[in-house]
């Protein structure tokens, strides 16, 4: 049925739309897929443009948003970041990648993006590359976790999510609270608290 395969679209889309760290959009693929019995290829295909969707409307907000709850001096250190990354071309391109295929909350990422105004295109079709592989290995191993569905609620609270989660939360509390403009002009770290409005 069709729409079973929205819940799919809006479930990811929901993950990923989201500006906390969230569990990847295949927390809801795979049980979904699982659930319905549906075909595994579709919902790879229809969750990340879900989850495509959430993060570029993510992009899109998050100026408005940070305008708002930062300070003018973070959300100009956030920019000199975003401008000192479309400086590296390919190779941001390639640490985008990178980032989307390890299994941590990609929420520091585009938030990183969406205050630094980069443009979507700047950011997303590196993030497509990156997420569609590893949600069609995640959705694939959906069958395993099928089997072992007893195991899958206790690994939800296993250390790996833990870590994962506090990776994410350690990330975004970087970009916030470390002066990037600082450490990559005078090559020195320096922490500032103050950046609320």
Known sequence: MWWQYLLVFV????????????????????????????NTWWVIIIGVAGSILGRYVLTLYIPLLADKVFKPSKNKDVQYLGKKMKEKGWKSQLLIIAYSLLPIPTTPLFLA????????????????????????????????????????????????????LSIGVLL???????????????????LNFHIWK
């Open 172 to 190: 975004i509390g970087g970009l916030l609270f470390i002066d990037w403009l600082t450490l990559i002009e005078d090559k020195k770290l320096k």
């Open 113 to 164: 993006a969406g205050m630094a105004r980069l443009k979507p295109i700047q950011i997303i079709p590196s993030f497509f590359v990156g997420k569609f592989i590893s949600d069609a290995i995640a959705v694939h191993l959906g069958n395993y976790a099928a089997l072992n569905f007893d195991n899958m609620w206790d690994s939800a609270l296993s250390w790996k999510s833990i870590v994962s």
């Open 11 to 38: 479930g990811a889309f929901i993950f990923d739309v989201v500006p906390i760290p969230f569990p990847p959009a295949c927390s809801i693929m795979v049980p979904l897929q699982i659930l319905f019995k549906l």
